[in-house]
């Protein structure tokens, strides 16, 4: 060959390897990317991996097939503890997000959470889905590590905190804090967005953490009939949930699309990609049908409501691919695990979880340990709580078994076994005692902040009674307040809604504008800061109450109340608005 065309064959050469690792983000210097996919209310049956006889998830299962599978990953048993965990690597019960509502929803907004790391090794953050670990200041997605998000308020779509008249096709969706209008069915638009900004992050040759956690398929069950009909019907006299396995089907569908992604941009090999789900399956329908054998679903601290598929795959990291782990791991153990394979600095840190690094390399087993799971509002001891060591597992403090060879739970071997029970009791009651000092620190709102004003809160948010849903929100019969840091001293204008802002509706409006579903004869209405303590009368028109409050800088509460004729407290203000 010519010594000019060896030169140019040569150079073409160098300029398609360099293309490629580029495009691909394929040199072994290159730092990890990361995608997160967590789904809501999607139970360890709900795939046809695991042998559900209706549920088609090809894509899914895909993924598995390529992937270090875990067989014993749990979780808790409802979604906000599940996230703060997978979040924060600490219990639910340290950092303080232990239930969906009642002022138990938010994250402490002094702990480190897994963004936050990514963003100090230089890595672009994205989130695109579910966030529901706090919806005012400062514990929103964008000021706890995420650089661009697209989210919502709340446990989903249709909640007492999301956008009004908000539904599953062409949402508004919070873009980087600003509700706004998007085209499309809910899943498919997270997915969309989530590939364009991947794109972007590529183009700028920068590492990227991508959080994908959906909304579906947590109820309100609603999906494109497409997805939903081929599993219109009943199985062996049980209803299928046809609208429930659609919004799987979509999803699974919206998985290959990624898949696709990942192949055709070169990304996929240095991609470490996760798949998990936030709790035991939502449907009372789908458990009938298929609950891989456990018991219990949603919201029970049994088995079948907080043990939960995990897949790992990362093809550089040449991680044992196709195996399964048996070893008993929890929610905690992701983010040192991503510590640990992206080297992301840990110094300090004292985390709950442990490293599976060594599990996914097929070269070291972990310690064996007893785990803790407990969630819910009051923090009382054993509510709700599990003790989980190797196969046994003792609930509510006098029911154990052993799932080894008792997977249903059906039989309570606590007097056959009392060593082991005893056992791990002791060891609830030191765990108990070490995280009850870190569950009653109070999470403040922020208010008179240059990052957050106005503020809204939510009731979804307050602590007091159980409203973060729509019922709720139409029986109006709740009451509860807020714990409030106030920033900057000042001349605050507080303004009390019954109905969301963007609704325009009147205090004493009903749900609808037709019937009297949901309206509510308020005549007076009290506002209560500190010392502040003052009622006005309202007027039938009247969308809302306005106060002007001069507060000091500092910690205080917000209450209101809401009075008719009588005098009799009817509710609190559902939506409170905060403005210096």
Same mark, same amino acid.
């Given at each position: 060959?010519?010594?000019?065309?060896?030169?140019?064959?040569?150079? &073409?050469?160098?300029?398609?390897?360099?293309?490629?690792?580029?495009?691909?983000?394929?040199?072994?210097?290159?730092?990890?990317?990361?995608?997160?996919?967590?789904?809501?209310?999607?139970?360890?049956?709900?795939?046809?991996?695991?042998?559900?006889?209706?549920?088609?998830?090809?894509?899914?299962?895909?993924?598995?097939?390529?992937?270090?599978?875990?067989?014993?990953?749990?979780? !808790?048993?409802?979604?906000?503890?599940?996230?703060?965990?997978?979040?924060?690597?600490?219990?639910?019960?340290?950092?303080?997000?232990?239930?969906?509502?009642?002022?138990?929803?938010?994250?402490? $907004?002094?702990?480190?959470?897994?963004?936050?790391?990514?963003?100090?090794?230089?890595?672009?953050?994205?989130?695109?889905?579910?966030?529901?670990?706090?919806?005012?200041?400062?514990?929103?997605?964008?000021?706890?590590?995420?650089?661009?998000?697209? $989210?919502?308020?709340?446990?989903?779509?249709?909640?007492?905190?999301?956008?009004?008249?908000?539904?599953?096709?062409?949402?508004?969706?919070?873009?980087?804090?600003?509700?706004?209008?998007?085209?499309?069915?809910?899943?498919?638009?997270?997915?969309?967005?989530?590939?364009?900004?991947?794109?972007?992050?590529?183009?700028?040759?920068?590492?990227?953490?991508?959080?994908?956690?959906? #909304?579906?398929?947590?109820?309100?069950?609603?999906?494109?009939?497409?997805?939903? !009909?081929?599993?219109?019907?009943?199985?062996?006299?049980?209803?299928?949930?046809?609208?429930?396995?659609?919004?799987?089907?979509?999803?699974?569908? #919206?998985?290959?699309?990624?898949?696709?992604?990942?192949?055709? $941009?070169?990304? +996929?090999?240095?991609?470490?990609?996760?798949?998990?789900?936030?709790?035991?399956?939502?449907?009372?329908?789908?458990?009938?049908?298929?609950?891989?054998?456990?018991?219990?679903?949603?919201?029970?601290?049994?088995?079948?409501?907080?043990?939960?598929?995990?897949?790992?795959?990362?093809? #550089?990291?040449?991680?044992?691919?196709?195996?399964?782990?048996?070893?008993?791991?929890?929610?905690?153990?992701?983010?040192?695990?991503?510590?640990?394979?992206?080297?992301?600095?840990?110094?300090?840190?004292?985390?709950?979880?442990?490293?599976?690094?060594?599990?996914?390399?097929?070269?070291?087993?972990?310690?064996?340990?007893?785990?803790?799971?407990?969630?819910?509002?009051?923090?009382? %001891?054993?509510?709700?709580?599990? *003790?989980?060591? /190797?196969?046994?597992?003792?609930?509510?403090?006098?029911?154990?078994?052993?799932?080894?060879?008792?997977?249903?739970?059906?039989?309570?071997?606590?007097?056959?076994?009392?060593?082991?029970?005893?056992?791990?009791?002791?060891?609830?009651?030191?765990?108990? %005692?070490? &995280?009850?000092?870190?569950?009653?620190?109070? +999470?403040?709102?922020?208010?008179?902040?240059?990052?957050? #004003?106005?503020?809204?809160?939510?009731?979804?948010?307050?602590?007091?009674?159980?409203?973060?849903?729509?019922? +709720?929100?139409?029986?109006?019969?709740?009451?509860?307040?807020?714990?409030?840091?106030?920033?900057?001293?000042?001349?605050?204008?507080?303004?009390?809604?019954?109905?969301?802002?963007?609704?325009?509706?009147?205090?004493?409006?009903?749900?609808?504008?037709?019937?009297?579903?949901?309206?509510?004869?308020?005549?007076? !209405?009290?506002?209560?800061?500190?010392?502040? /303590?003052?009622? *006005?009368?309202?007027?039938?028109?009247?969308?809302?109450?306005?106060?002007? &409050?001069?507060?000091?800088?500092?910690?205080?509460?917000?209450? $209101?109340?809401?009075?008719?004729?009588?005098?009799?407290?009817?509710?609190?203000?559902?939506?409170?608005?905060?403005?210096?």
């Amino acid at each position: 060959m010519k010594k000019g065309i060896l030169n140019t064959v040569l150079a &073409v050469l160098f300029l398609v390897l360099t293309s490629v690792e580029t495009k691909g983000q394929s040199s072994v210097t290159q730092k990890p990317n990361v995608i997160l996919i967590l789904t809501d209310d999607q139970g360890y049956g709900d795939t046809s991996l695991y042998g559900n006889p209706l549920l088609k998830t090809p894509e899914i299962d895909k993924i598995s097939q390529e992937s270090v599978r875990f067989t014993d990953f749990h979780v !808790a048993p409802m979604c906000t503890p599940t996230r703060s965990q997978l979040l924060s690597g600490l219990d639910a019960m340290r950092n303080g997000a232990t239930a969906v509502c009642q002022g138990r929803s938010m994250l402490r $907004s002094d702990i480190k959470i897994m963004p936050q790391y990514f963003e100090d090794a230089g890595y672009a953050t994205g989130l695109f889905g579910k966030w529901h670990l706090g919806d005012s200041y400062p514990y929103r997605p964008r000021f706890r590590g995420f650089q661009e998000t697209i $989210s919502f308020r709340a446990f989903g779509i249709t909640s007492l905190a999301d956008y009004w008249g908000n539904t599953y096709f062409d949402p508004f969706f919070m873009h980087n804090g600003i509700d706004t209008k998007f085209e499309g069915y809910c899943t498919d638009i997270f997915f969309e967005e989530a590939i364009s900004w991947m794109k972007k992050c590529q183009q700028e040759q920068k590492p990227f953490f991508l959080y994908l956690p959906t #909304n579906t398929p947590h109820e309100p069950d609603i999906v494109a009939d497409e997805y939903a !009909a081929p599993y219109k019907g009943s199985y062996n006299g049980t209803t299928i949930p046809e609208n429930f396995y659609g919004m799987i089907a979509n999803l699974d569908e #919206n998985i290959g699309k990624l898949e696709a992604f990942l192949k055709e $941009s070169g990304l +996929r090999d240095n991609t470490i990609l996760i798949f998990m789900t936030d709790n035991g399956t939502q449907s009372k329908y789908a458990q009938a049908i298929f609950n891989a054998g456990m018991r219990g679903r949603k919201k029970s601290v049994y088995e079948g409501g907080h043990r939960v598929p995990l897949f790992i795959r990362w093809i #550089n990291g040449k991680l044992h691919h196709g195996t399964d782990i048996s070893e008993l791991t929890e929610v905690q153990d992701v983010l040192p695990t991503l510590m640990e394979l992206c080297k992301l600095n840990t110094k300090e840190e004292n985390l709950d979880g442990t490293s599976l690094s060594g599990l996914l390399k097929g070269d070291k087993e972990i310690e064996d340990r007893m785990l803790v799971i407990q969630y819910n509002i009051s923090g009382e %001891k054993w509510d709700s709580a599990v *003790v989980l060591w /190797d196969k046994w597992r003792l609930t509510k403090k006098d029911e154990l078994y052993n799932i080894a060879n008792d997977p249903a739970q059906e039989n309570n071997v606590i007097k056959q076994y009392p060593d082991i029970a005893k056992k791990m009791e002791l060891h609830y009651d030191e765990w108990y %005692k070490k &995280v009850t000092s870190d569950f009653n620190k109070k +999470r403040h709102i922020i208010i008179g902040s240059e990052k957050a #004003n106005p503020v809204m809160l939510y009731a979804s948010d307050w602590n007091g009674d159980y409203c973060d849903n729509p019922g +709720r929100l139409i029986k109006a019969n709740g009451n509860g307040y807020w714990d409030i840091m106030v920033e900057k001293a000042g001349v605050y204008e507080i303004e009390l809604f019954r109905w969301s802002e963007e609704s325009q509706k009147t205090l004493i409006d009903s749900y609808d504008g037709k019937t009297e579903r949901g309206s509510r004869p308020i005549v007076k !209405a009290q506002l209560l800061v500190g010392e502040y /303590d003052k009622t *006005v009368v309202t007027n039938a028109n009247d969308k809302s109450v306005t106060f002007k &409050v001069k507060l000091n800088a500092g910690k205080t509460t917000i209450k $209101s109340n809401l009075f008719d004729k009588d005098n009799n407290i009817l509710c609190g203000a559902m939506y409170v608005k905060v403005t210096l």
